[in-house]
Each structure stands twice: as structure tokens, then as C-alpha cells.
């Protein structure tokens, strides 16, 4: 008998992506489409269940293998790392990381050491380590934008979706980080131990997306 496989999803955009990619792929996603305050469910033609979870909490699931399967950020996954195997690109979540500053200000014009607000510290590091540069880097939960205009820094590291965000607030992406868009994600143990149920549900989905391009 098939082993039944669990896939934790990103709650949100990724989550609504995700559930469009499996049922074009044939997995009736019914239950996750009507999830009211549940958040596991049983897909009923498939031998699946769905978690929904925030994004570093999926990696953090798959990593300890209660989750076999994910659908994560590469932004997550750059920040938060993890031994896991990437093994799709699914195409959605498309975004960039960018470094932006106040409209006009020379962020580099000086000697001084920058200050940088970010959701995500440790890309902000790794991006600036590889510029030899250093900076001092402050943890911000979210609407990052605010940290120049408040001039708590000179600069911010952050998700750049339509720029809409960043235009509405006087500032301007001067530099990119890195590309980002939605990862699936595989436990390694489960990998071995479910080889023919992770294949079967890999090459489904990508028969979908070859579909697409
Ligand atoms: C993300 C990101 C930017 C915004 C970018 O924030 O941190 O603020 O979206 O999108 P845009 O380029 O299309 O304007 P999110 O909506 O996740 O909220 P948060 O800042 O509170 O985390």
C-alpha cells in the first residue's frame, strides 16, 4: 500500500499558488481551499495531507522530517538555511531582494558605517560580507520601509514584489540581492524511505509546470 505523504504549505500567496499548481496537476484540493480553522487536511484522491504553516515553520517541519514535503520562499530559504533537499523551482512567489535607500541619498558616498534594517539578517550579512563592506545590521519584524524614513538606518534589505511598497515611501532600490520565488522542498530521510510516492508526486507536478512555459 501506498504510504500517505505530508506536504506543509506557506499560509497565504504561496499557499493559494500551490493549491492552483496540484489541482491542475489532478489533486483535489478541496479541503485546503475551505480550510476554516483547520490546519491539516486530507486530500481525498490523493494520498496527501496538507499542513499550512508559516514560512520558516515549514522548513523547520520538513527538516525534522514530521513533514516530508514543503512549498517554501527561497527568501526563507536563504535566511533561515537547513538540510533539506531544494528540488523545484515552482515557478510563483516571483520577487527580488534588493537593497533600497532613501530617494536621492549617496549610500555609498561615505566612509561612515551603514546601518541596515531587514527582515532578514542574515542575507543582509552574507550580501554585504561579500562586498567586503561592513555595516551594522538591525532586525525588524516587518514594514521594513519604515526604518529610513523614521532614520533608524540608511538603508534597507528587503522583499521588492511591483516596488509599489518602496515607491509610496520615498525610496529606491539601488542594488539587488538575489532572485527569489517559490522552492518545494524534500526531507532526505523521506526521500529514500518514499521514493516511489515522492517521485510519483514530483513528476505530476512537473509535468504541470512543463506545461506552463
Ligand atoms: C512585503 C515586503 C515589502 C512589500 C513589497 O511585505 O516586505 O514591504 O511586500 O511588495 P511590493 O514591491 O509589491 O510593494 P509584506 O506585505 O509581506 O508585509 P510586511 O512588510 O509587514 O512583512
Do not use: W
Not at 499550512?52 to 527561497?74: Q, R, S, W
Not at 539578517?121 to 529610513?148: Q, Y
Not at 532526505?188 to 509546470?209: C, G
Request: charged share 30%; with cysteine; net charge neutral.
Amino acid at each position: 500500500m501506498s504510504e500517505r505523504l505530508r506536504i506543509a504549505l506557506t499560509k497565504g500567496r504561496l499557499q493559494d499558488k500551490s493549491v492552483e499548481l496540484f489541482e491542475a496537476a489532478g489533486l483535489d484540493c478541496a479541503p485546503v481551499r475551505n480550510p476554516g480553522r483547520r490546519l491539516i487536511h486530507a486530500l481525498p484522491n490523493y494520498p496527501l495531507d496538507v499542513v499550512l504553516a508559516k514560512a520558516p515553520d515549514v522548513i523547520t517541519y520538513v527538516e525534522h522530517g514530521v513533514c516530508d514535503l514543503g512549498v517554501v520562499g527561497k527568501d526563507t530559504i536563504l535566511e533561515k538555511g537547513g538540510a533539506f533537499y531544494e528540488v523545484l523551482d515552482l515557478g510563483f512567489g516571483r520577487c527580488r531582494f534588493a537593497l533600497a535607500v532613501k530617494k536621492d541619498s549617496d549610500f555609498y558616498g561615505t566612509y561612515k558605517t551603514r546601518r541596515i534594517a531587514s527582515k532578514y539578517p542574515n542575507v543582509t550579512r552574507a550580501f554585504f560580507e561579500g562586498k567586503g563592506m561592513d555595516v551594522d545590521i538591525i532586525k525588524i519584524e516587518g514594514s521594513v520601509e519604515l526604518a529610513p524614513i523614521l532614520e533608524l538606518a540608511d538603508g534597507i534589505v528587503d522583499i521588492v514584489e511591483t516596488g509599489a511598497t518602496l515607491k509610496e515611501n520615498g525610496l529606491e532600490p539601488i542594488e539587488d540581492v538575489a532572485r527569489v520565488s517559490a522552492r518545494l522542498i524534500v526531507n532526505t530521510a523521506s526521500m529514500k524511505l518514499y521514493k516511489t510516492e515522492i517521485t510519483d508526486f514530483l513528476s505530476r507536478v512537473e509535468r504541470e509546470l512543463g506545461g506552463r512555459t
